[in-house]
């Protein structure tokens, strides 16, 4: 089971966190973006609950299509939701794609050179994998 606290209250994992009830319950988790096809969501009605079906295999053409029509919508849930609530985003492994959503997040909301925002992050986690070129949807 992978879990890390990217920001204050910004959380990403795996799926096998998706059935961690204490970890949910202990870090009072809001909102659960869930970039799997298949992955089920935790069963607890106060969690708002978003999927965004990204495929289980590595930067296919329909998940740079599916960040493109959705990456205003992913940033506005975080940016309207991240200092009222505490957020996960749960990934096949949890460091690809999770962490990759909260790069899309840091760039739009920062003047952080885009190239230095993976750098910042493997601070926080180093086996953190930069699962796309930022510059792509900049």
Do not use: A, H
């Not at 492994?93 to 959503?101: D, V």
């Amino acid at each position: 089971m992978f879990y890390c606290e990217l920001l204050s209250g910004l959380w990403i994992g795996d799926t096998d966190i998706l059935k961690n009830k204490k970890f949910i319950d202990d870090n009072n988790i809001n909102i659960i973006l869930n970039c799997t096809q298949m992955f089920d969501f935790p069963d607890n009605k106060d969690i708002r609950k978003i999927r965004l079906p990204f495929s289980p295999v590595r930067e296919s053409n329909s998940d740079i299509f599916l960040i493109r029509e959705n990456k205003e919508k992913i940033i506005s849930l975080i940016k309207d939701n991240i200092d009222k609530y505490n957020i996960l985003i749960v990934c096949y492994n949890g460091k690809s794609i999770s962490p990759f959503l909260v790069s899309l997040y840091i760039c739009s909301e920062s003047d952080i050179d885009k190239s230095s925002i993976y750098d910042i992050l493997l601070t926080k986690d180093s086996t953190l994998e930069l699962w796309c070129d930022l510059s792509l949807f900049f």
